[in-house]
């Protein structure tokens, strides 16, 4: 059963950076797309970014040019960077595989105010 534990949130000023990072357990991480998600309050989860398990890449528009995402299979870690922040951003992020069938993680907080 694979674990997932999302770090990294916390409160940033508009225009702010973050950087999260998710720690999974498995032994077969590596051949995994990962994603981060995140849910705003009141709205759906939504999808944020997609690495595969050879690092292409791929973002939801209104993120496009801010955040990275990036792995470390080595470590099962996926991480993203996040940049220029926007209140817009304020939800809490989680990573999964693509598409989403394991178990949420307890996920991190993202609040961007100021």
């Known amino acids: 059963q694979v674990q997932l534990v999302e770090s990294g949130g916390g409160l940033v000023q508009p225009g702010g950076s973050l950087r999260l990072s998710c720690a999974a357990s498995g032994s077969i991480f590596s051949i995994y797309t990962m994603g981060w998600y995140r849910q705003a309050p009141g709205k759906q989860r939504e999808l944020v970014a997609l690495i595969s398990s050879g690092g292409s890449t791929n973002y939801a528009d209104s993120v496009k040019g801010r955040f990275t995402i990036t792995r470390d299979n080595a470590k099962k870690t996926v991480g993203l960077q996040m940049n220029s922040l926007k209140s817009e951003d304020t939800a809490v992020y989680y990573c999964?595989?693509?598409?989403?069938?394991?178990?949420w993680g307890q996920g991190t907080q993202v609040t961007v105010s100021s």
């Open positions: 999964n595989r693509d598409p989403p069938v394991l178990f």
